[in-house]
């Protein structure tokens, strides 16, 4: 696949994990509009209600309906988001696949950890299996941000452009598992963004996911997920601790789970 950078027409496929009506499905519209061009095409197949945390899940045991809504191009699907990529690559626009898939723009980070259970990633991985150019976008809250009139500003401000950037630098020959980019906008205005850096997945020390359980009113016992402390310290020069540092991080991504440095390892313990 020839891979357009955003400088000519583009047809862009958009999803994300929050929803068909989540605000920041329209932020990610607008950055994919920029990059599209006056000529090019926005498409947008997004899970019908909210699938926060779904990761890379698809609906491999029973079928999703898939709906026109108001709009040009604009779809929901009663599915995760790699079951929207799969919907619109394989159904909605097939024949004519989009030159680029966004994820996003997720409502709180996908830094760390989060990655791992993060549906807005999963739309991208799958993206980045079928052989398309994939990019999943969050927009970190904290209290900078939080309260604030567009608290998605940061994305954006600077999404195209930081898209833009990645898509001129991305390999154009590559065979095996492709790369898909997980971007994470800091949790401050855009006004004071400082800059973009490139960073490992890092990881939250000392704090994990969790449960908290309560009653219902009929007496039944149920658990709500807890996420840990957002804030908590990732290594310097991971994604995380350079967006609590008020800057924009680009973590290049496979969908190969390979340790590689344990291999070898392995490979002597069994002779």
Known sequence: MQIKTGAEPMRILITNDDGINAPGLKVLFDIAKELAGETGEVWTVAPAFEQSGVGHCISYTHPMMVSQMRGENRYAAEGSPADCVLAGLHDVMVGNPPDLVLSGVNRGNNSAENA?????????????LQGIPAIALSQYYGPDNLHAEDPFEAALVHGAEVVRRILAHDPKDQSGYRLFYNVNFPPVPAAVVKGTRITPQGIRQG????????????????????????????????????????????????????????????????G
Request: glycine residues 10%.
């Open 116 to 128: 791992l259970y993060s549906g807005t990633l999963g739309g991208a991985m799958e993206a980045a």
């Open 207 to 270: 704090t994990r996911f969790s449960v908290e359980p309560h009653n219902s009113p009929s007496g039944r016992r149920f658990l709500w997920i807890k996420g840990g402390d957002q804030r908590a310290p990732t290594a310097p020069g991971s994604d995380a601790h350079e967006n609590l540092a008020g800057y924009i991080s680009v973590t290049p991504m496979r969908a190969d789970l390979t340790a590689e440095d344990h291999l070898a390892r392995l490979q002597d313990a069994f």
